[in-house]
């Protein structure tokens, strides 16, 4: 009988050696059980470690986006000048950044990462966004939130707890001021 319990327990620690291995199943620490890891659906975003790829169908102004399945994604950490806004109109510099914004992503493929929020209190994705080469492998491009901010076309925007590339924007934006760039040049 002692045998038996032993193969038994030995054959379950196979089976869940196996099990997280393969990826199938996690071990939760803090629960001390096994739990089984969600399998995306076929239509959803192809998700590469915190990235996901996806294409931009429409683009609303200079930091807001429409991706496929028709959710918004505004850019975390960068903000660029009002075009639609109902109190605000358009802004100084609001329709370059808009257009801009249009011809780095329009109808791309786009890896996006998640920092903190899931979303903001507009119900829009919080994400930052690169521009996908689609003729190397695994490869992205340009960062739009920083180009937007190295450029003139935004300014860096800092909300906590989404921080993970704030220093990189404030250096961006410190560096347009300096050399005059964009809304630095034409709004003062």
């Not at 196996?18 to 996690?26: H, I, K």
């Not at 507009?122 to 490869?139: C, F, M, P, Q």
């Amino acid at each position: 009988m002692k045998l038996k319990k032993n193969w038994s327990f030995l054959s379950s620690l196979i089976v869940a050696g196996f099990l997280l291995y393969s990826g199938a199943v996690t071990f939760n620490p803090n629960t001390l059980k096994f739990e089984k890891k969600a399998v995306p659906s076929p239509t959803a975003p192809k998700k590469l470690n915190s990235f996901f790829e996806v294409r931009v169908t429409s683009v609303i102004d200079g930091d807001t986006i429409i991706i496929e399945g028709n959710k918004h994604v505004r850019y975390i950490g960068i903000d660029t000048p009002e075009t639609k806004h109902p109190a605000k109109g358009v802004q100084c510099y609001g329709l370059e950044a808009s257009q801009k914004n249009k011809e780095l992503v329009d109808g791309k493929l786009i890896r996006m990462q998640k920092d903190v929020s899931e979303t903001d209190r507009y119900g829009r994705l919080l994400r930052y966004v690169w521009i996908v080469n689609e003729n190397a492998t695994d490869s992205a491009g340009l960062f739009v939130n920083d180009y937007l901010v190295r450029e003139g076309y935004a300014v860096a925007s800092t909300f906590p707890p989404d921080v993970m590339y704030s220093k990189q924007f404030i250096e961006a934006a410190r560096v347009a001021r300096e050399e005059n760039k964009g809304l630095w040049k034409s709004c003062n």
